[in-house]
């Protein structure tokens, strides 16, 4: 790839000698360095070459699950932009929705919109890879202290309000910190461990979100799996060996733990148990355990593998968390009512009661 800087001091032409580079740098943006949005176009796309809109990645999040269809893509379309918007695809069970979005820089971001039979919720729009822009106007292009204008102010819930524009409206990474432990359990085999020719660990694997908003906290526990962790694995590495990923303890944890994380936890930037150092520990974790707890009659021992992942939310972000919930209980609740009402052979038609 070559840059050669033209003849307006603001503009450079990128020449690429393979064409999949220039399709990856198109693809992947918008770019900003430092903040700043830096605006890249195709050469061949038309004669004249328009910097006042750039392409970007937006998440919708906090839509409810009824309107996640076909027939309100358009609409959905219509609100994000006016113009070249390309539906990419959902994730989270439909929870957030990705478009490509052809932003007009000449107007302010749109936020979102309400929806409702009194206009009382609100879906967010997130965009990726978002630089400085104006938490008053919405514009890119200047930040808040260069801002003739007022924050914009809208209702969050039925008793407070908020600023339109904010740091809500970046789509990127969530910051989290982990807690990884092992926490020993009585143990439920009973006579079942009579039959057991090996110790064995039975390892329960989970997990617990913590969403901290200023002084408000709101959880969710969810155990993902559960599996039995032969003693024997703890030592097919030998001392002049270093611990390595084609070992059989991290291979079996990282696919009983790692491969089997729920798929809501793939937008956290780090996942600590990916990583070789953190697998490691949590076999010298279990030596101890089996050197300090186990007997020699001991077959099994039932641990619980508790991760703890705590990260922070905007008061907007925990708006939409609490709608996102709201609606997967009652999910669940009508769920479950249709469960019980074919097991019976019941009506479906009249579900309230």
Known sequence: MTVKKLDDGHTFLFEFTQKNDKEKILKRRPYNVNGVLIVIKDLNSSDTIDFTSDSFLVAVVGLPLYLCTDDFLPTLKSRVGDNNVVFLGTSNNNRF????????????????????????????????????????????????????????????????????????????????????????????????????????????????????????TESATRSISRFRFPCSYLYTETESTDFTTTSKAYEVIKREIYEKTPSFLGCFKHMPLNMPDVTESLVEELKLIQKDKFSCDDKWLTLKLQIILQYPLTLVDHETLLSIFRERVIERKMSSLIKKRVEKNENLLSLST
Not at 115 to 141: A, P, S, T
Not at 143 to 162: I, Y
């Open 97 to 216: 929705i990705y478009l490509r979005v052809d932003v007009d820089l000449k107007k302010p971001l749109r936020p979102g919109f309400y929806i409702g039979q009194n206009q009382n919720r609100f879906v967010e729009f997130k965009y990726w890879n978002l630089g400085d822009f104006c938490y008053n106007c919405g514009m890119i292009g200047h930040v808040k202290g260069n801002c003739v204008h007022l924050p914009v102010g809208r209702a969050l819930n039925a008793t407070s309000v908020t600023h339109v524009y904010g740091p809500w409206l970046r789509h990127s990474p969530v910051e989290t910190s982990c807690q990884i432990g092992l926490v020993i359990l009585p143990n439920d085999v009973g006579e079942c461990e009579k039959s057991l020719t090996y110790p064995q660990f039975c390892i329960e694997v989970e997990f617990k979100m913590l969403a901290v908003c200023n002084t408000i």
